[in-house]
């Protein structure tokens, strides 16, 4: 008779069970941010959502209520504005009075070459994709510590991690959220905290809509992306369930790409 298996069994799908955690998603009105708070909401995270337009936030927050009974949050904010930034935090701390997750999405994207580029124009995706970021981190940070396993999940992009002609702005400001990433995954290594990134490619967001139907666009996904299509937005979920969720404790400080194969090539 084989001797029986007397180890522990791997807790296994239970890890991405977030049943209990609280999580906010910046830029959660549209796109990825709004499949990303569904994705979490399906797994049993309360969701708070944040947008520019009050009328969004609420109307997202609602659906996702009734659609996967969890509570929610709809809430307006300029996250370029400390105090926007302060009065979100607070409110969340209010209303749940916690915070397990972050996801830093909300982010703008202003193409061209650069001769035809003004300053401003890069120092504002700067602002909101880079700085923006570091600011609701922080703001976060002391909820977050509070969290038996609070996790903080930035959106990079494919362009952090390699270049596209004229989008000098955005890939710049992405590159940054690699390199923050990194080093806040350094800095709170002694924590609960695990701090990562995702790098989507090319998903038919709001943001790529109006190029969607150009000559380079339909190019390039067919010649760069292995997978020949536009990522659709449910894809990015489980990306997001994984680093929100204790599957993720042994991950820090690290990229998940999400692109169709485009990087491999």
Do not use: H
Not at 125 to 142: F, G, I, K, M
Not at 156 to 164: F, M, P, R, W, Y
Not at 244 to 265: I, K, P, Y
């Amino acid at each position: 008779m084989a001797e029986r298996d007397s180890s522990p069994k791997l807790p296994g799908i239970r890890l991405f069970d977030l049943t209990g955690r609280v999580a906010l998603i910046t830029g959660g009105t549209k796109g990825l941010g709004t499949a990303m708070a569904a994705g979490l909401a399906s797994a049993g995270a309360a969701v708070a959502v944040c947008g520019r337009s009050t009328e969004e936030a609420q109307s997202v927050a609602q659906q996702l209520a009734a659609d996967y009974n969890v509570a929610t949050l709809g809430l307006a904010a300029d996250v370029t504005q400390t105090a926007d930034i302060e009065n979100l935090i607070r409110q969340v701390e209010a209303t749940f009075g916690r915070l397990d997750i972050l996801i830093n999405n909300a982010g703008i994207n202003i193409r061209g070459p650069i001769e035809t580029l003004t300053l401003d124009e890069f120092r504002k995706v700067q602002q909101v994709n880079v700085e923006a970021v570091w600011e609701v981190t922080r703001a976060a940070l002391p909820l977050l510590r509070q969290s038996p396993a609070g996790r903080i999940v930035n959106m990079a992009s494919t362009l952090g991690i390699v270049g596209l002609a004229n989008r000098t702005p955005y890939a710049s400001s992405k590159g940054a959220i690699v390199q923050m990433t990194r080093a806040l995954g350094l800095e709170l290594a002694d924590t609960p905290i695990r701090v990562n990134a995702i790098c989507p490619g090319p998903f038919l967001t709001p943001m790529n809509v109006p190029i969607a139907d150009t000559e380079e666009a339909k190019r390039f996904i067919v010649g760069a992306v292995a997978l020949g299509r536009w990522g659709d937005l449910a894809e990015i979920q489980g990306a997001a369930i994984y680093l929100a969720s204790d599957a993720s404790s042994f991950t820090t400080g690290s990229l998940m790409v999400v692109d169709g194969g485009w990087t491999a090539r």
